[in-house]
């Protein structure tokens, strides 16, 4: 960030600590990770903002920026444990179309449509590289 001071932690603890006694403006950390932090140390009055992605001008403007872009987490397997990815892959499709994913991120205070809707070129990052060419990735409200 332009003109913005790093400070590295160790543990979300101190990004915390720091947070509620006004050492730092601002924190970037998982936002299931401060949900529950709100929860459990009211005092430290944090709250979550959802960051709108950077554009693609914006990103060739600051090539840092590429941080801020969603990304799609993924499981790191041998190629040849072929049957469990597709175990895997079958759940992970499941629990998006019966909504126990979407019940998840709710039960620790997260916000579905944040979590759990790809952006438009998740599946063109992916596609021919881990996944097939014709691989779509799981959303909520498919």
Do not use: C
């Not at 932690?9 to 924190?27: E, I, Q």
């Not at 932090?37 to 590429?66: F, G, H, M, N």
């Not at 892959?89 to 019940?103: L, R, T, V």
């Amino acid at each position: 960030m332009p003109e913005a001071k790093l400070h590295a932690y160790p543990d979300a603890t101190g990004v915390f600590d720091d947070l509620g006694a006004g050492r730092v403006d601002v924190g970037f950390l998982d936002p299931l990770i401060i949900i529950a932090a709100q929860k459990e140390r009211p005092e430290l009055k944090i709250s979550t903002q959802y960051l709108t992605p950077p554009t693609a001008a914006e990103v060739k403007a600051q090539p840092d920026y590429q941080y801020f872009q969603p990304y799609q987490t993924g499981f790191y397997l041998p190629k040849q444990a072929t049957k469990l990815e597709k175990a895997i892959s079958a759940q992970i499709d499941a629990m998006y179309a019966n909504g126990e994913m979407a019940k998840l991120v709710e039960k620790y205070g997260g916000d579905p449509e944040q979590f759990l809707k790809p952006s438009a070129d998740v599946a063109t990052a992916r596609r021919g590289v881990d996944r097939p060419q014709d691989w779509t990735p799981p959303s909520v409200g498919q």
